[in-house]
């Protein structure tokens, strides 16, 4: 026994146990992580060769440039174009959304594995244990770490074809984003008393780092320059955000291996921070206090409770559909205008959405995305009838005088007529963002209608089948999402599109309007949740 | 005597684990019935049966004269639950969730939900996980006796709570019964049970072993005597009953069978008796007797469907 406690031992205690919590991290990771990076790695890398087969020479890789330069909702949307090489082209087109991708993924892991652990009281025992006081934090952050160099490997191994120094800069960018994130989010965990909003505010803080870089980029003058190296730039404001640091790395375009210190320095000092805040607060407790509620309540029937519940996620969705209906409307013309000169994008637009005119194909193949997304909303809806299920909310609930199917019809009401309120105010956002007529595009919109729902029906039957099926709705949501999504640009085969209830849909506008599968799958949709319903009435609840 | 809950021969299975294997439960209307088991004896699963949550494979349950899972909704108006866990919504305070609570039943009694407040020390302002976890238990608790119903269902209802609290549950329970309202406790606690309940049911592997009032109960169990005797004992060895004996002298100790304490009493008052204490079995002793060495054997190591036939009650 000694109470020669050292600084130096002092110090490592604070870390003892980080080990074994990393290896707890990583093993309840080991699905949603994989899944995370792999598909984030093959939006990477299928998309030199999706580029190669659309811009196959030098001549139309630079007819792209120019055209793309030039337009600043592009620049907005996308980011600058540093060079005409497919490799500069491959991280012009994918390069943001893999790094807010990467972003995403760490944030979730670090909020799963600090404010998630001791919002459930987990984190209790755990500390309890010989576990230091930074382990906790030091594990989420190296899981993080673990899925960010996966995907640095992964893709810079997938790009090296196209140059090694390139695919090794754009590899690191994108751990790089992923490290600042994963530590913003480490900050924000100590702040709240919520894991939602501990992840609701590192989104936010992601959004906003679009936002800057986005606005920068539009503001900066067709600041791309095609020969590499010659300084013309991006604007100042893309130096605020760390989604703008991955541009002005410059992979495969005479990199600028400074920036990744920037990168390293911003995750280090949100890191200290982060330490600094867990260790002068209680385990459990936040910064920002919870408000007390009312001492009485006004709900009083199952409806009410779930539309209370589900207020803030329709409220979220609600706008940031408007916002996304605003922003692609305002954004047709000038990608009707991009893709008129290109032949092989043309056919993919028209693939997508269909022979008429180029400005009403791309209007449905983006309201069709916005369907497909809506897919995702109507899963997460359907599924908080799951989550009250296995947390043993819903037990005393249904003690009470509530039947099954009215407590099941309260949150599918919400489902269901959310993704009808979320596709309208897209609807809305279109026509304000291209200012004209209203009704064509919100028929675009509400067309998708039929497929979202036949997206959440199937939700609904294998939830009401048994609670464990019902996490694969997700798998449902996200393959539909990829079909939907790469299956026109990889020229997928008739039998694989039609397998997506989007794939049936008539192409708005521009198209014709076909009432058959739209009632066929309003029909089919109807039928699955009644399926579903009659099957959750059946089965034993969850305890 | 009506009825409150009749279950006959009640089976449930998940996947090969039979969770309930032909239990039995009477509850009579206006009583307080406790329900005993070790954890994992289908205490719990009997309570989710009787609340149609669970289908039963086989047997009949009927609450308040209905089928509680063709005629949930209808039971459940005249029924009140309290869970062992009671996990609440972290975005609506307290108040709110027991006001919920009370209109999905039958209705709320304002009145006394503001008195149950006040008695149980509940802060209703506050939100979801900022209670800790006594403090959930008296949302549901509050909730549960300020509604207007026939039935409570309480699954280990006062985990959580300071004694102090326990105080003012046991009185909550006792008011309950005095407003003609019928209980079903299930409980570790066992001198709550034996402080509130008019007959208990114990269960053990998934189905029931003892059922009765606490007299009955003790009546099927030993008493244990010591003596100190005028002259040496005679012939207690022999008698019918007589478990456990030590001599030492003119000491006496011994355990007797309930019913068969008539005649040690005569036995030992041949030898002319100096002192005599004799202690009734406590609920712990009942209990433990049942979880230690009832039918399936020590630690229920023998699973509950390969001791079929096995089982007997003790009549």
């Known amino acids: 026994m000694t109470t020669l406690a050292g600084p130096a031992s002092g110090r490592s205690r604070q870390l003892a146990g980080t080990g074994i919590l990393l290896r707890l991290a990583l093993r309840r990771d080991r699905v949603t992580t994989p899944v995370w990076v792999a598909v984030n790695a093959l939006m990477v890398l299928s998309m030199p060769g999706t580029l190669r087969g659309l811009y196959g020479t030098t001549a139309e890789r630079v007819g792209l440039v120019h055209q793309v330069e030039g337009n600043a909702s592009f620049r907005a949307l996308i980011g600058p174009v540093f060079g005409t090489s497919v490799g500069a082209l491959t991280v012009w087109r994918v390069g943001v959304y893999a790094a807010a991708l990467a972003a995403a993924t760490s944030l ?3 909020v799963r594995h600090t404010r998630d652990e001791e919002e459930s009281g987990r984190q209790e025992l755990v500390a309890s244990g010989a576990v230091g006081r930074r382990a906790s934090l030091t594990a989420a952050l190296l899981a993080a770490a673990v899925a960010d160099a996966a995907l640095a490997l992964l893709v810079t191994a997938g790009l090296a074809g196209l140059g090694a120094g390139g695919a090794l800069a754009f590899g690191l960018g994108l751990a790089g984003v992923g490290m600042v994130f994963a530590t913003t989010a480490a900050i924000v965990a100590q702040l709240t008393e919520s894991a939602r909003l501990a992840r609701g505010l590192t989104a936010a803080v992601l959004a906003a780092a679009f936002v800057l870089r986005a606005a920068g980029d539009s503001a900066a003058d067709g600041g791309a320059s095609l020969a590499p190296g010659t300084g013309a730039g991006s604007s100042p404001l893309t130096w605020l955000s760390p989604l703008g640091w991955l541009e002005n790395l410059r992979p495969f375009a005479d990199e600028r291996w400074w920036v990744l210190a ?11 921070v982060a330490y600094a805040l867990a260790g002068r607060r209680d385990t459990g407790m936040g910064f920002l206090p919870t408000r007390p509620g009312p001492a009485a309540g006004r709900l009083g029937t199952a409806g009410a409770l779930a539309r209370r519940l589900q207020r803030g996620g329709v409220l979220g969705w609600s706008i940031g559909f408007f916002l ?8 047709t013309d000038g990608a009707a205008d991009l893709v008129r000169d290109n032949d092989s994008a043309r056919r993919i637009v028209e693939r997508m959405g269909g022979r008429s005119g180029l400005t009403d194909a791309f209007l449905a193949s983006t309201t069709g995305m916005l369907g497909l997304i809506a897919a995702l909303y109507v899963v997460a809806s359907v599924l908080r009838l799951h989550g009250e299920e296995t947390s043993g909310r819903a037990e005393p609930v249904l ?3 509530v039947g099954r199917l009215r407590w099941a019809a309260s949150h599918l009401t919400i489902a269901f007529g959310g993704s009808a309120l979320i596709m309208t105010l897209a609807g809305l956002g279109f026509a304000v963002g291209r200012g004209e007529e209203v009704l064509p595009v919100l028929g675009a919109c509400l067309v998708q209608l039929p497929a979202v729902w036949v997206v959440g029906a199937v939700a609904v039957l ?30 997928a085969p008739r039998l694989v599109l039609d397998l997506s209830p989007f794939g049936h849909l008539p192409k708005l ?14 029909g089919l949709a109807a039928a699955l949740t009644a399926a579903g319903l009659a099957a959750l009435r059946r089965r034993d609840l969850a305890g | 005597m009506t009825k409150a809950i009749t279950v006959c021969g009640l089976h449930k299975s998940f996947g090969r684990t039979h969770a309930l294997a032909g239990l039995d439960l009477d509850v009579a209307a206006g009583e307080v019935h406790g329900f005993l088991g070790p954890n994992g004896s289908g205490k719990s699963t009997t309570i989710r049966v009787l609340l149609g949550l669970l289908r039963a494979d086989a047997g009949t349950a009927r ?7 063709a005629d949930a909704v209808e039971v459940h108006r005249r029924i009140a639950y309290v869970p062992g866990d009671v996990t609440l919504w972290r975005n609506l305070s307290g108040g709110e969730v027991i006001d919920l609570y009370g209109r999905l039943r039958g209705g709320l009694d304002p009145r006394r939900r503001a008195e149950l407040t006040e008695r149980f020390e509940l802060d209703p302002t506050k939100k979801g996980r900022t209670y800790s976890k006594g403090n959930r238990q008296k949302v549901a608790l509050v909730a549960a006796f300020a509604s207007d119903v026939d039935l409570l269902v309480l699954d280990e209802p006062t985990s959580g709570l300071d004694p102090l609290m326990e105080e003012v549950f046991q009185r909550c329970v006792r008011e309950e019964r005095d407003r003609g309202r019928t209980v079903l406790l299930s409980s570790h606690i066992l001198g709550e049970v034996e402080e509130l309940c008019d007959r208990v049911s114990i269960i053990r592997g998934g189905r029931t072993v003892e059922s009765g009032s606490l007299a009955d109960l003790r009546h099927l169990t030993r008493t244990g005597v010591s003596a100190e005797l005028a002259g040496p004992p005679n012939g207690l060895a022999d008698l019918p009953g007589v478990h456990d004996l030590d001599v030492r002298g003119r000491r006496v100790r011994l355990q007797v069978d309930t019913d068969k304490l008539d005649g040690v009493l005569r036995r030992l008052g041949e030898s002319g008796v100096r ?6 079995p406590t609920l712990e002793e009942l209990f433990l007797r049942h979880y230690q060495n009832g039918p399936d054997g020590p630690g229920g190591s023998a699973g509950p469907g390969g001791s079929a036939g096995r089982n007997e009650v003790p009549r």
């Not at chain 1, 996304?324 to 954004?331: D, P």
């Not at chain 1, 506008?509 to 309003?522: D, K, Q």
Request: proline share 9%; with cysteine.
């Open chain 1, 462 to 491: 294998l939830y009401g089948l048994t609670p464990r099926l019902a996490p694969a709705a997700w798998g449902v949501a996200v393959a539909v999402l990829l079909i939907g999504w790469v299956g026109p640009a990889l020229d």
């Open chain 1, 399 to 401: 003690a009470c005088a």
């Open chain 2, 63 to 69: 609450v308040l004269g209905r089928d509680p899972w």
């Open chain 1, 509 to 522: 506008p521009g198209g014709a309007m076909r009432w058959t599968p739209v009632l066929t799958l309003t």
């Open chain 1, 324 to 331: 996304a209906g605003v922003v692609y409307g305002g954004l």
């Open chain 1, 108 to 110: 979730l892991v670090v």
């Open chain 1, 262 to 272: 920037l990168f390293a320095a911003a995750a280090a000092a949100q890191a200290v």
């Open chain 2, 275 to 280: 002192s005599l204490t004799s202690k009734p």
